[in-house]
């Protein structure tokens, strides 16, 4: 059921709406951070950006890949920030507020006055000389889906990734997150959280030792789940660690945390680590040489290629 952001509002209108947020998060952050950092951000603060649009998937008629449709509608709203020199890319992935972004009231906000009105015309003229951006900027939600296809080579080994995770059983999830775990620098005990029988509610344990040689004990959940982790769950699993002692958690699972669960995750003095199916993706790339998995390298050509002369 499409959440009633879409339904709602037409695809301009929301991303009228996403601009000022990106603004408000960059500066919640320093002003500067990666795409999705800020992403992050919004999903966890948002008043106006409801939290099941963020994380709404849908499915390509053509490929049958899953897309969010939240994704193309922030990477349009920074394109006419960029335009209106609200941002800037000091580095690929990150965004960094400029002096105009820095000092705009966002309460007298508006996207199409303050931002549409000067990157249209910069956006079309981009359009005429560049064959690889839409000559109509004006795309339907239709053609977000096809826009879909244009990216999906890039992340196609993180599609596989996930629906390999979701595949496994809970046991072999739970191997899985103990071996990422390893990877990060926890020495796993085997003797504890093993076992799925009487293992208290954790699926691993291990230590981890700091610089200053200071040993911590670490708990591990691991959840193969389709639907959001709620609060709940972190509320045992925070019970769970109390048997063992335990000075740290994380909590991995395949879907995602409700902001709820977030919350109930960073109280108290043990904060539990919370990695969800993205973050998945990204620590298994970091890690690849540990985690059975081949990078393939490639390169990007810079703007000297691109130039006209």
């Not at 000022?20 to 002003?31: K, N, T, V, Y």
């Not at 994380?250 to 879907?255: D, E, G, M, R």
Request: hydrophobic share 35%; with cysteine; net charge negative.
């Amino acid at each position: 059921m499409k959440p009633d952001f879409i339904v709602n509002y037409t695809k301009k209108e929301r991303e009228d709406l996403i601009m000022p947020e990106i603004i408000r998060c960059l500066r919640a952050l320093g002003g500067f951070a990666a795409r999705k950092q800020i992403v992050k951000e919004m999903r966890e603060t948002s008043k106006i950006i409801p939290e099941d649009y963020i994380d709404y998937v849908e499915t390509s008629k053509k490929t049958g890949n899953e897309y969010k449709r939240f994704d193309f509608q922030f990477n349009f709203s920074v394109k006419h920030l960029l335009y209106a020199d609200f941002v800037k890319i000091p580095h690929r992935g990150d965004l960094e507020l400029t002096e105009k972004g820095r000092n705009i009231d966002l309460k007298i906000f508006d996207s199409q006055e303050m931002v549409r009105s000067i990157s249209r015309p910069l956006w079309e003229e981009n359009s005429r000389k560049n064959k690889e951006i839409r000559e109509d900027i004006v795309i339907s939600d239709n053609s977000e889906e096809e826009m879909e296809l244009e990216n999906v080579n890039n992340e196609n080994w993180k599609i596989e990734l996930s629906k390999a995770l979701k595949a496994f059983s809970p046991q072999k999830f739970e191997l899985f997150s103990r071996r990422l775990v390893s990877a990060m620098g926890v020495d796993i005990d085997e003797s504890i959280g093993i076992q799925r029988v009487a293992d208290g509610g954790i699926d691993g344990f291990g230590y981890i030792t700091s610089g200053d040689f200071r040993t911590t004990r670490v708990a591990i959940q691991a959840k193969r789940w389709e639907g959001k982790v709620s609060s709940p769950e972190i509320d045992k699993f925070r019970g769970a660690m109390d048997k063992y002692n335990s000075e740290f958690g994380i909590f991995i699972t395949t879907s995602d945390f409700t902001r709820n669960a977030i919350e109930a995750s960073r109280i108290g003095s043990r904060v539990i680590t919370l990695i969800n199916g993205e973050e998945i993706a990204d620590l298994v790339a970091k890690y690849g040489h540990k985690m059975d998995i081949t990078p393939i390298t490639t390169y990007e050509l810079g703007e000297f290629y691109q130039e006209d002369n």
